[in-house]
């Protein structure tokens, strides 16, 4: 079938050169115009077709000419191209093997292509850092600005945060001419705003990373809510603060770790009540031991109104260590000594573990019971150890079994709440 198809095109081609010499040969071209050529004393005359593929001819055999005399080089050429790229694949196989001298001797004669010359030095580079070697990875580093400067900036700011330098990766990244930074340059640029405390900027840029799609998006919902919480931290006043904490999402706002920042960052800022508000509407709405824990162990005043909370949440939540502890410390606060026993003789019967029992044994020692302040403090010691705490003689069984009687606790459905 091809020797056919060649066969026919030939006698095509055949039948069209025919064809044109007859047509070139007829006397009525002249009337289309005619070219006249002197040289050396005699005049070359043809009609203008004649002239036209006269002068194609002559192109063409210069193009083949040139065809032939570039050959050698071309050849050349695509020799070396073949060797680099044959270097860079075993410079590549080598790195991955763990050869590092070997790896970046490879790539660094790779990187004599341009065509491959920034992947090659950006892999020798890789290669040098894994041997210790600062000052060759710098060279390559360096050898990658000439041609590179968007690769340049990412890798050196890759390096700045490795040593902990925030603000020399922000200056590599932010150069006007690599703008705008590819996927990963915001990246980096986000972690080099967080680590240098503006976490502010750095939050802004989530939608821009959210748009790229460059990390996963359960990575992308950690950065959010680290950035949030960090934002929270660095308001210097109130107004920084609430306007930081209404820029939120509302599944971060949700959230009781996001809820115990702001309500850490505004008890310093002296915005107590809007600390203590936060808390109570979470707590309202959404349980939380560790939270609760912070809400009794904040800095601040306001007992009465805390511990009305905490007893109004007792009738949901009986069972709660972290509510009956809450409870003792505000009746301690008061110095109700008998109430702060018995909370936190509950607690201990709720499994509240060794801060319980040292609460208790600070409660004794308060009203001059040194002997059970040291039972106590000896048993959270124990407890700390794994060991089971020895009872305390105070109590009578009758006394014991109501410590540990709490309400069933059941849903919206009333069925019971299963433990946790």
Known sequence: MKAFRSLLITLLVAAAGILGAQWLGQESLRDLGEVVVRAGGNDYIATLPQALLAVLIAALLLWLLWRLLSMPFQTWHRYRRRQGRARLLDGLHALDRGQWQRAEKLLQSAAAEPEVRAIALVAAMRAAEARGDATSAGQHLQQLGENEPTLHALHSAERWLQRDKPHEALEALDLPAIQPLPPRGLWLRSEALARAGRAEDAFGQLGALRQTQVMPAETLATLETTLALQ??????????????????PKTVRSQPAA???YARRAVALGWVDAALRSIEQTLDSHWDESLLRLYAELPVDKIDSRRASAQRWLQAHPASPALLLALARFASAQQQWS???????RAIAQDAGAE???MLGECFAAQGEDALARQCLLNAVQQRRGQLPQPLQRRNLREQIQDQAVAEERDEHGFPRLPG
């Open 259 to 261: 809820v115990a920042h």
């Open 231 to 248: 934002m929270l931290d660095e308001a210097n006043d109130v107004n920084t603060l609430a306007a930081h904490w209404e820029v939120l």
């Open 356 to 358: 319980a029992w040292e």
């Open 339 to 345: 109430q702060a026993e018995d909370f936190l003789h």
